[in-house]
């Protein structure tokens, strides 16, 4: 995979904190697609930081409309999802590199500081349902075929949170293939939800993803 055949679509909202160390962790060649929805000067900071090959829209929509608006705006064939509080490892892009033919490949979320350990245990845990063949993606590191992300529809934009894993679930199912690599990491640098409580993030995330991969989640959440 040639690395100017990658967008990297990022929703933003009040990240002026976050966004020149997520941006210093890019190659030139990538392109950029930041949807903003900030009242903060963080689409000034990345126009500062990164002129060349980004595209900011100003937009106020919830995280979904923004992932499927930067795929619409995005001509490349590879769409790379990602979030404005993670910084891509520094092998990352190189291991990118190497796929080809699939219709979506996701890594794993760890931390250089605290919470280290949390998130250990939960790329084990993706490691093993991507064994037991159910892709279990996050929106902070999930690589996707232009093609096949519009062939599937897209995100479900009826949802507000879980729709990364929601989306990989209709890739596999329609018969694309999803791979999981360990090597394509990205660090975790703001920890909010899990200071709120470790067992409460953990507990939505599992309970949601369940439904969702069953079917079963109610239309009222």
């Not at 084990?124 to 093609?147: C, D, K, M, T, W």
């Not at 949170?161 to 999803?178: H, K, Q, T, W, Y």
């Amino acid at each position: 995979m040639n690395l100017d055949d990658v967008t990297i679509v990022l929703p933003t909202k009040d990240e002026a904190h976050n966004i020149a160390t997520f941006l210093r962790s890019l190659p030139s060649q990538p392109w950029l697609v930041v949807v903003d929805s900030s009242r903060d000067c963080t689409p000034e900071i990345v126009a500062e930081r990164r002129p060349s090959r980004t595209l900011v829209v100003r937009q106020q929509v919830n995280v979904t409309h923004a992932r499927q608006l930067g795929a619409r705006v995005a001509e490349t064939p590879w769409i790379l999802f990602t979030d404005a509080d993670v910084v891509f490892g520094p092998s990352y892009f190189s291991h990118l590199r190497r796929w080809e033919g699939v219709g979506a490949v996701y890594g794993p979320k760890a931390s250089l500081d605290v919470y280290a350990g949390y998130y250990s245990w939960f790329a084990r845990g993706q490691r093993l349902l991507h064994f037991l063949g159910i892709p279990a993606a996050s929106g902070s590191n999930l690589l996707v075929s232009r093609e096949v992300f519009w062939a599937v529809g897209g995100f479900d934009l009826r949802l507000t949170c879980n729709e990364d894993s929601e989306l990989a679930f209709r890739i596999a199912r329609r018969g694309f293939r999803v791979c999981y690599d360990r090597d394509l990491v990205v660090y975790e640098r703001d920890h909010r939800r899990l200071r709120r409580g470790v067992m409460r993030k953990t507990a939505h995330t599992l309970v949601r993803c369940s439904l969702l991969y069953l079917g079963l989640m109610p239309e009222a959440w």
